[in-house]
Nanobody, 119 residues
C-alpha cells in the first residue's frame, strides 16, 4: 500500500501563489503517473493536472494552463503543484493521486489539502 501525503494548502488572496507538495510513503514506489485533482464546494471532484513519471509529459485542465505548473522529484517520490495567479474559483480541496502502472487507474489518493482564495 502506498500513502500519499499532501502539504502546502492555505488561505491566499486572489492573484497570490501557493505551492502544494505530495510525497509517496513507499521508497521503492515508481508510479506511472502522479497528478492533482480538486473538489470545490458543492461540485464534483475534477482533474487538474498530471505528469507521467518516466517521460515528464504533463496534462492540464484548460483553465489552469499558464497559471499552474506540475513538477516532480523522482529521488523523493514527490510531486509539486505551483499555483500562481490564483482566483476565487480555484478554492477547493486539492488531492494528490497516483497511477501505479500503465492501466492508467488513479489507484492511490492523498487525504486532501484545503486551498482557499479570497477575493
Amino acid at each position: 500500500q502506498v500513502q500519499l501525503v499532501e502539504a502546502g494548502g492555505g488561505l491566499v488572496q486572489a492573484g497570490g501563489s501557493l505551492r502544494l507538495s505530495c510525497v509517496a510513503s513507499r521508497r521503492a514506489f515508481s508510479p506511472y503517473a502522479m497528478g492533482w485533482f480538486r473538489r470545490a464546494p458543492g461540485k464534483e471532484r475534477e482533474f487538474v493536472t498530471s505528469i507521467d513519471w518516466s517521460s515528464g509529459i504533463t496534462y492540464s485542465k484548460e483553465s489552469v494552463k499558464g497559471r499552474f505548473t506540475i513538477s516532480k522529484d523522482n529521488t523523493k517520490n514527490a510531486v509539486y503543484l505551483q499555483m500562481n495567479s490564483l482566483e476565487p474559483e480555484d478554492t477547493a480541496i486539492y488531492y494528490c493521486a497516483a497511477q501505479p502502472d500503465g492501466r492508467r487507474i488513479w489507484a492511490y489518493w492523498g487525504q486532501g489539502t484545503q486551498v482557499t482564495v479570497s477575493s
